[in-house]
């Protein structure tokens, strides 16, 4: 059974489409990369603030019950929030972001020599659910888990040092911020640290497992005919990303219009995944987003996939199971999870799914996820 998120992946390989191009000397969008048109399907939100369909901004530093509220009330409704006052330190998010954008600028021939391999994670590599789509995505994207060392080396075999310690230290702080949050979360449906065995002494979350996926979205010369990282749920129990001051985010609530998630200047976006939409038998649903791109900016984002430790069984939690609210997904370890999301993408979490939903009709987020699947 694998103990850490490197290996888990070894039993499930990943086809990684070999197709690259080199973004910065496109001067069009090539057939392989067209996409139907994204119409603009923009929400109000994105004209003027509009408190109804704006992602919700929640400031960390409120009083935790004023927190506890706000996170319950984005968590079941959103399943997307912005955190302000996080105590991440700016320098570090800016330190993040100068390296990404060092390592993106490289010749693509020397981003190759740290490509990822196909039964790997870690790596530079095309978004790894292009398999599932006809046409490519117009972004690249590099992920750690674990130590970066190997892979930095063939980018830079002198010059490594300062990536990995970046990286190392974002991590750790992200790790430290992603447990937070998941009290907040768990705290908001009355769930405490006894309830969670897992969570380990004091629920602190050792043991728990992540990711850093690091996302570049060059600059398009047709951006309403390309796609930056097409329409996905995470398997992850919560994601925390740091997005430049480039827009590019988009989010779905219930399979409706497309609303961008604005950029706000030190701020992180928290999304729900598909493990604590389990975890929460559905209250707090896994939030379906993209990533679109635009014409005349680069955008890098930063996405900390954060789970729990890979051999333990996440199943809905029995203070949240009765009579009236039965399970509604199998228990399932985050390794056995993102196999299954390797081979049936956004049907992954119907395919887990005990129970058909009260209404006996799918519903609109699962709907959705066999469209875009
Ligand atoms: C921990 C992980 C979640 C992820 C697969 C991975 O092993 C590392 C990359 C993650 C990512 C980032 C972009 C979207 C996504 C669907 C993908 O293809 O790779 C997620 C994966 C996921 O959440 O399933
Ligand atoms: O770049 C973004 O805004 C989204 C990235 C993302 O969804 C991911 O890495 O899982
Ligand atoms: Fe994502």
């Known amino acids: ?23 910065n000397s496109a001067k069009e969008v090539p057939d392989s990369y067209t ?23 929640i400031d960390l530093s409120d009083p935790i019950s004023s927190v506890k509220g706000q996170i319950s009330h984005a968590c079941e409704s959103w399943g997307v929030f912005q955190i302000t006052n996080h105590g991440v330190p700016m320098d570090l998010l800016e330190k993040v972001q100068t390296e990404g954008k060092r390592l993106f600028s490289l010749p693509l021939q020397q981003k190759l020599k740290a490509a990822r391999s196909p039964d790997g994670i870690s790596g530079y590599g095309v978004a790894r659910i292009s398999s599932f789509f006809p046409k490519l995505m117009w972004s690249e994207g590099f992920t750690i ?16 040092i300062n990536f990995c310690e970046v990286m190392e230290e974002y991590e750790k702080g992200m790790k430290l911020l992603a447990g937070r949050l998941m009290w ?25 497992c992540g990711a850093l996926q690091l996302n570049s979205y060059p600059a398009c010369p047709d951006p309403d005919r390309a796609m930056g990282l097409a329409a996905h749920t995470d398997s992850t129990l919560l994601t925390v990303l740091y997005q430049n001051s480039t ?27 598909d493990l604590i939409h389990i975890l929460s038998n559905g209250r707090y649903p896994s939030v379906l987003h993209r990533a679109v791109v635009n014409r005349k900016c680069h955008r890098l984002s930063v996405a900390y996939l954060y789970g729990p ?20 997904y199998r228990s399932v370890t985050w390794s056995e999870y993102l196999g299954t999301k390797a081979k049936h993408f956004n049907k992954a979490l119907s395919s887990v799914r005990l129970c058909a939903p009260l209404n006996g009709i799918i519903d609109a987020k699962d709907h959705n996820r066999v469209k875009v699947g």
């Open 145 to 160: 888990a674990g130590s970066a060392v190997d892979h930095a080396r063939k980018l830079w075999p002198q010059d490594y």
């Open 184 to 208: 907040l979360m768990l705290g908001s449906l009355g769930i405490n640290k006894e309830d969670l065995q897992w969570a380990g002494p004091e629920g602190k979350f050792k043991d728990s």
């Open 309 to 328: 430790p890979m051999h333990v069984q996440i199943s809905p939690l029995s203070k949240l199971v009765n009579l009236n609210n039965p399970p509604l």
């Open 247 to 273: 827009s590019g985010l988009q989010v779905t609530r219930d399979g409706g219009k497309w609303i961008t998630v604005p950029p706000i200047s030190g701020a992180l976006v928290v999304n729900i995944g």
């Open 1 to 23: 059974m694998p103990a850490r998120l490197s290996e888990a992946f070894i039993n499930h390989p990943v086809h990684l489409n070999q197709n690259h191009i080199d973004f």
């Open 35 to 57: 996409w139907p048109p994204i119409h603009d399907d923009s929400s109000p939100a994105d004209y003027g603030y509009d408190v109804e369909s704006s992602v919700p901004v």
